[in-house]
């Protein structure tokens, strides 16, 4: 069992950056896959990124050359850095891991098994 902490939330103004980070408490972190999905009031949750567990990334198109998500394994962390946010990124965004999403598809919220309570993201234009 893993569990997945967000935290780094916040309101800011587009242009604005933030850095949202993922705490797991799981002993060996590494040997999983992270995703981060967000999810917006009346709309489905939509994929964002995610990283292998051997540090390969996958991004959704609205926000590649944006958004960067990186890990640190030794301290079983995830993060996602969004640069140049816009008012359209304004959304609840989860973290989620799973033992083997890039082979069973990194952007489908079902191949992943854990899942964090949330951060929420607010974006002012």
């Known amino acids: 069992q893993v569990q997945l902490v967000e935290s780094g939330g916040g309101l800011v103004q587009a242009g604005e950056s933030l850095r949202l980070s993922c705490a797991a408490s799981?002993?060996?972190?590494?040997?999983?896959?992270t995703g981060w999905f967000r999810q917006a009031p009346g709309k489905e949750r939509e994929f964002v990124g995610a990283i292998s567990r051997r540090g390969v990334t996958n991004y959704a198109d609205s926000v590649k050359d944006r958004f960067t998500v990186s890990r640190d394994n030794g301290k079983k962390m995830v993060y996602l850095q969004m640069n140049s946010l816009k008012p359209e990124d304004t959304a609840r965004y989860f973290c989620?891991?799973?033992?083997?999403?890039?082979?069973?598809?990194?952007?489908?919220?079902?191949?992943?098994?854990?899942w964090g309570q949330g951060t929420q993201v607010t974006v002012s234009s």
């Open positions: 989620a891991g799973g033992a083997s999403t890039f082979v069973s598809g990194p952007t489908i919220p079902q191949n992943y098994p854990y």
């Open positions: 799981r002993l060996t972190f590494s040997p999983y896959d």
